[in-house]
Each structure stands twice: as structure tokens, then as C-alpha cells.
């Protein structure tokens, strides 16, 4: 097992731009989710994705927006970023069907909006 | 999905065992009970979920009271790399999203 890898580890946008993050899922995985976490809080559902199609979202405006690739890898896009977009954003996978085995976290991507 | 209540802090002495509670008064009989825990500049770790018996793995044992308003998480042997925010999550197997709320900072000493 390789894990979830994600990309870049830091990042500093300027206010307005557009940034794209990128996810590695687990081999076998083919669910992946996002969250975005703010300091000192615990993370907060985006989105998730099974086998390339949104099938979950949580509480953000369509400025943030994703894909999932046929190999299952994924990626965040955010668009007119804003300072409160400042945040951990974790990417997480899991095998889908009904038995729960947990999702894989990545260790993030620090983004910095200034 | 059903809200959860954690204490924000507690220490554990290295060796001990950690007694991490959760107060889920209000979970439906489909939502199952979820830990995970993120050690600093981590993401969050899945550890053990359950319904309502007692499950244990090679990391911890989540004890579920009969009525299901509570639960624990036990860590039978602390160490130092346990020191983590814990989070404890209530939801129906089905679903997509995790709601991970404030955690506990567990702090284990030497």
C-alpha cells in the first residue's frame, strides 16, 4: 500500500487567484473525499467522489470544485480565493462498497492565501 | 447526523490506560459510533467504529453502553505517540461525510 499522497505540500496564492490541489488515492480506492481545516478546528466535508462522479457535499460554495480521474487520483480546484480560504486542505480515500474499512487520510496541503 | 460531546483535554500517563468518553445522546439506530485521531501535522487516522457491541483491534477497544447515548475509547497502554486530537463520530454506515467537530487533545506524559 502506497497511501494517499498529496500535492504541493505548502502553498501562498494571492487573493483572487485560482489554485489547484492535487490527490493520490490509495491503490483500490475508489472513493475520495476533501476537507478543508481551519487552525484549531477539526476538518470540514467539501466533497466526495465515487468512481468519477460527485456523490457528496458539504456546506461550500461552487467556487470549490472537483475530478476524479479513471485512475482515481482527484483534484480540489478553488477559485477567487479568499483569505479564509487560508486552511489544511486533506484529501482521504477509501475502497468502496457496503463494509466500512475507513478512510486513508493524506497529510495535507498547507494553502496560504494573502 | 447525531451531534457528539467530548471533553476538549485530558492527560494520560505513559503506560496507563486512556479512557476517551463521548456523549451521543441523540443517535438514531442505524448511525454507527467512529474514532479517529490526527496527530499534529497529520491527517486524521481511522482507529475502530461499532454499533452496539463492543469492538476491539489492534489499537484500541470502543466500549458502547447499552442504551447507545455513550461510548469510550480505550487505549489499554498509552505512549507518547498517542498523543493526538481524538474525534469521535456518530453517522450511518452509508454515508459520505465525517463530521469531525472539536475532538479531544489527548496529552500523554512521561
Known amino acids: 500500500e502506497t497511501g494517499v499522497t498529496q500535492s504541493p505540500t505548502h502553498l501562498i496564492k494571492t487573493r483572487g487567484q485560482q489554485v489547484t490541489l492535487r490527490c493520490s488515492s490509495q491503490?483500490?480506492?475508489?472513493?475520495v473525499s476533501w476537507y478543508q481545516q481551519a487552525l484549531g478546528q477539526g476538518p470540514q466535508f467539501i466533497f466526495q467522489?465515487?468512481?468519477?462522479?460527485?456523490?457528496g457535499r458539504g456546506n461550500f460554495p461552487p467556487r470549490f470544485s472537483g475530478l476524479q480521474f479513471p485512475n482515481y487520483s482527484s483534484e480540489l480546484n478553488v477559485n477567487a480565493l479568499e483569505l479564509d480560504d487560508s486552511a489544511l486542505y486533506l484529501c482521504?480515500?477509501?475502497?468502496?462498497?457496503?463494509?466500512?474499512?475507513?478512510?486513508?487520510f493524506g497529510s495535507g496541503t498547507r494553502l496560504t492565501v494573502v | 447526523d447525531a451531534k457528539t460531546t467530548q471533553p476538549p483535554s485530558m492527560d494520560c500517563a505513559e503506560g496507563r490506560a486512556a479512557n476517551l468518553p463521548c456523549n451521543h445522546s441523540?443517535?438514531?439506530?442505524?448511525?454507527?459510533v467512529y474514532w479517529y485521531r490526527q496527530i499534529h501535522s497529520q491527517g486524521p487516522q481511522y482507529i475502530i467504529h461499532?454499533?452496539?457491541n463492543n469492538e476491539t483491534n489492534e489499537m484500541a477497544s470502543l466500549i458502547i453502553t447499552e442504551d447507545r447515548k455513550s461510548s469510550t475509547l480505550i487505549l489499554p497502554h498509552a505512549t507518547l505517540r498517542d498523543t493526538a486530537v481524538y474525534y469521535c463520530?456518530?453517522?450511518?454506515?452509508?454515508?459520505?461525510?465525517?463530521?469531525f467537530g472539536k475532538g479531544t487533545s489527548l496529552l500523554v506524559t512521561p
Open positions: 491503490s483500490g480506492h475508489n472513493t
Open positions: 461499532g454499533l452496539k
Open positions: 482521504a480515500s477509501r475502497p468502496g462498497g457496503a463494509v466500512y474499512y475507513g478512510y486513508t
Open positions: 467522489y465515487y468512481r468519477e462522479e460527485e456523490n
Open positions: 441523540t443517535i438514531s439506530g442505524n448511525e454507527y
Open positions: 463520530i456518530v453517522r450511518v454506515n452509508s454515508g459520505y461525510a465525517l463530521n
